[in-house]
């Protein structure tokens, strides 16, 4: 006999529909509709109808989703799957370096196997922590990721819950961690039912509908959101959730709900005896979010620090419109100061908001690694208007200078796909719905953003269109084309040096001291003995440091140095041992 059960409190009459026949529920606590039936196991084809209406609708706890995210559910069995990480004692995030990659364009083929014949190549490069975007079923054959409607299933598109569990097992069995990236500010356009089933949603955000994390009946809607998150980290032995867009979670109650998440992960660590990592995306710049809970917080892991990403992009290529425009008025002076303080925005006025934002973060008590710290990712390249890579505006020299600056720093530093070795191809936004009417709003929506970020009237690749997903498969010829093979080199040996030397893994942000010089566009990072010397100018220029140079670690051009002086080519930089 097998159990069904369905969260429906609203409604007076449930059956669950298993092979044709329709049995019915029994009402239960807390708004839950359960019955037992004698099925055939794993791959029984099930659905719920709702009151007298006869439409069969997907279970919005689906496992397993073959035939697409409008088509019935089927039983999935997580015990039949064969792991073989017994031994996998797991990756904490401090020290670690993270790679994001979505599954559907690291490589030709887009699914879980076929990502399975490059992950030596990370191990290669030094990486700890593999990131993958939302692999959760989305309607649709193509999809970054974020419109997803079945989040308890893994979508078909990219080879279904067996391959995603052969994709984590042979990342454990390389030394690899995995972090998935999980939504839960919003649900995607189609194919969506959960709003037939109980009250999940109250209000809207710029994405869509809102979930109901603190009005009546926001108990069931909670534990949908939790039980979720704890489903990938113990049934697909996932490592580390990345929270998409949490400030997009709204919640009055005096538990937050990533509060309660974070307890209810630690509990699980314990439990499975390996570090879980939770790890959000805000643009809030609060340090309540990574403060631990013992010290008034919610006691998260860490945070994607956007401040830093800003102040680099505009250092390197002079963009100033939009949420740009402060970081490059800020100019190196700027980006000093969030290489010590994670954010720029500290309670201070912020022109794109047109108000004062962030808080500044106590350096004493919260660590650098709590931050994660990139040059590039999937929303700052496929959020521009053509997705295109810092490789189409800036040298070789300028992103080998970008990557020195964020894989020396005292935060988390992370990758995206492809950029250890400049790759050329870029990442656009792509997705792909039947309903015409919705396509168009898509593409206008895209329209729109881009006037609210100063892009003004831009033209971008249709979002639909086929091509659009395919010209954003990463290339796997460049990396032994020149200038490609040159650059991926220096990322092996930056992740090399800082695994190497504790100073650049040292996650205190009050030990960290830079010296910029806004005109002839230098920045020095001093770390321990060590110092990072960067010269982003056009010119050679001779840098006298504060103590004597001893050797030379590592340098992206030819650099000499004598005593305490250190002469660098333009666009350039060294890693240097004082004395």
Not at 343 to 368: K, M, Q, Y
Not at 425 to 438: N, V, Y
């Amino acid at each position: 006999m097998a159990e069904y059960a369905v969260w429906a409190p609203l409604h007076d009459r449930v059956r669950v529909l298993v092979d044709g026949t329709a049995y019915p529920l029994t009402r239960a606590a807390g708004g839950w509709w359960r019955t037992e039936v004698d099925d055939e196991g794993s791959g029984t084809a099930y659905a719920y109808l709702l009151g007298e209406d006869e439409t069969p609708l997907p279970d919005p706890r689906s496992l397993w989703q073959p035939n697409g995210v409008h088509a019935a559910s089927r039983r999935y069995d997580h015990d039949a799957f064969w792991w073989t990480d017994q031994a996998w004692t797991g990756r904490q995030l401090p020290g670690s370096v993270l790679y994001e990659l979505h599954i559907g364009t690291f490589t030709q083929e887009g699914t879980f196997d076929a990502a399975i014949e490059k992950l030596d190549h990370l191990v290669a490069l030094g990486v700890d922590l593999v990131e993958v975007l939302p692999v959760n079923a989305f309607d649709g054959p193509r999809n970054w990721g974020y419109d997803g409607v079945g989040w308890y299933a893994v979508t078909e598109n990219y080879g279904g819950p067996d391959e995603f569990k052969r994709f984590v097992d042979a990342a454990h069995a390389r030394g690899l961690g995995v972090v998935l990236d999980v939504v839960y500010n919003h649900i995607g356009p189609s194919g969506a039912y959960l709003d037939r089933f109980g009250p999940y949603f109250a209000g809207r955000n710029i994405w869509g509908p809102s979930l109901n994390l603190d009005g009546p009946w926001s108990e069931g809607v909670r534990r949908f959101v939790i039980d979720n998150a704890l489903m990938w980290l113990r049934d697909f032995h996932v490592d580390g959730l990345r929270l998409d867009a949490v400030h997009a979670l709204p919640d009055s109650r005096a538990t937050h709900l990533l509060e309660q998440l974070a307890v209810e992960v630690e509990a699980l660590s314990a439990h499975v005896g390996r570090p879980l990592s939770l790890i959000a995306e805000s643009d809030l710049n609060d340090p309540r979010l990574i403060t631990t809970r013992e010290g008034g917080g919610y006691g998260l892991h860490a945070q994607w620090a956007d401040d830093i990403h800003h102040s680099l992009h505009a250092a390197l290529t002079g963009e100033s419109q939009g949420y740009y425009a402060d970081f490059a008025a800020a100019g190196l002076t700027g980006l000093g100061h969030v290489l010590c303080r994670a954010f720029l925005h500290e309670g201070t006025w912020s022109s794109f908001r047109r108000r004062n934002h962030g808080a500044p973060v106590d350096t004493r008590r919260i660590p650098g690694h709590r931050f994660l710290a990139y040059l590039q990712n999937h929303d700052q390249i496929g959020n521009r208007a053509a997705g295109d890579r810092l490789t189409q505006t800036v040298s070789p020299g300028l992103l080998a200078c970008g990557a020195a600056l964020v894989l020396t720093a005292p935060f988390t530093p992370m990758l995206f796909m492809g950029e250890e070795w400049g790759a050329r191809t870029p990442w656009q936004f792509f997705s792909s719905f039947e309903d015409e009417a919705l396509r168009a709003t898509v593409a206008e929506g895209r329209i729109a953003e881009f006037a609210e970020h100063g892009w003004g009237e831009v033209e971008i690749p249709d979002p639909s269109a086929e091509s659009t997903f395919l010209d954003s498969k990463l290339d796997w010829d460049e990396p032994a084309q020149e200038p490609h093979a040159t650059l991926l080199e220096l990322h092996r040996e930056l992740i090399a040096l800082r695994k190497a030397w504790p100073e650049l893994s040292d996650p205190w942000l009050e030990e960290v001291e830079v010296e910029v010089d806004e005109q002839a566009r230098t920045v020095v990072v001093h770390r321990g003995s060590l110092r990072v010397v960067v010269n982003l100018g056009g010119d050679e220029v001779t840098f006298t440091l504060d103590r004597t140079v001893a050797r030379i670690l590592l340098a992206s051009e030819p650099a000499a140095a004598e005593e305490s002086a250190l002469i660098l080519p333009p666009e350039a930089f060294a890693i240097a041992v004082v004395v």
